[in-house]
């Protein structure tokens, strides 16, 4: 039986000063971490971190399926207010979706014999009187050009942050038809992307400058 998988980008915020704390209460309890999430049956996670903000990717069976961080984990994390109706606070966001290369219609087809080698999440900065138009190309290309060069790329947006997840190897498989039939995305990809950043002044790095990498702190 074919079970539909979901795929969701969070973004958590540590409170300030605990980075070092974290990571060490992290790297020793991470077996028992990853022993949780299985058993919450989520297939894939992978948690980046960018100095105090955190940003995790998941991928679970159900669309019912949605990441709570462990009580123990709560003490060093910032609190959002929750505008979704529940009135309650929370200590992560989900990121909206911006773009996604290829969509999974199952668990088993999706993963398959694939083992990623590398799993690399980044971090972009958009000016804000480009988000429409950012949203609009990317929403372009992945309806018209569907599982075009890796299906694990996904963009997700917070505010004007974008966080974006993928794997390496890079896998291409078949995509479901787009809900578009034009053919109206630009060939200068790149040169027509750029304008639309917020650039990293920090880095002299020329790929770090649009894009900076993001450290990675647990996946299985």
Do not use: C
């Not at 991928?59 to 019912?64: F, G, Q, V």
């Not at 974008?162 to 995305?185: C, D, K, M, R, W």
Request: net charge negative; glycine share 4%; no cysteine.
């Amino acid at each position: 039986m074919n079970i539909s998988l979901k795929r969701s980008l969070y973004m958590s915020q540590l409170k300030q000063g605990t980075l070092e704390s974290f990571r060490k209460f992290l790297q020793s309890d991470a077996p028992a971490f990853v022993v949780r999430m299985r058993k919450r049956n989520f297939i894939t996670f992978s948690l980046f971190s960018w100095q105090h903000q955190l940003f995790l990717y998941t991928e679970a069976p159900s669309e019912d399926w949605e990441f709570q961080w462990p009580e123990a984990y709560t003490a060093w994390l910032e609190t959002w207010p929750d505008w979704s109706g529940y009135a309650r606070a929370r200590n992560l966001v989900p990121l909206m979706d911006v773009f996604h290369d290829n969509r999974p219609d199952d668990t088993a087809g999706w993963r398959g014999v694939h083992s990623p080698q590398q799993r690399i999440g980044k971090l972009a900065r958009l000016k804000p009187e480009r988000y429409s138009s950012y949203v609009f190309y990317h929403f372009q290309k992945q309806e018209e050009e569907p599982g075009s060069f890796n299906d694990r790329y996904i963009i997700g947006a917070y505010e004007n942050l974008l966080f974006s997840y993928h794997e390496l190897p890079a896998i291409v498989s078949e995509a479901p038809t787009g809900l578009l039939q034009t053919n109206n995305s630009p060939e200068d990809w790149h040169g027509v992307m750029h304008p639309h950043f917020d650039p990293w002044t920090d880095t002299e790095e020329e790929g770090e400058k649009l894009w900076r990498s993001l450290e990675e702190l647990l996946s299985y």
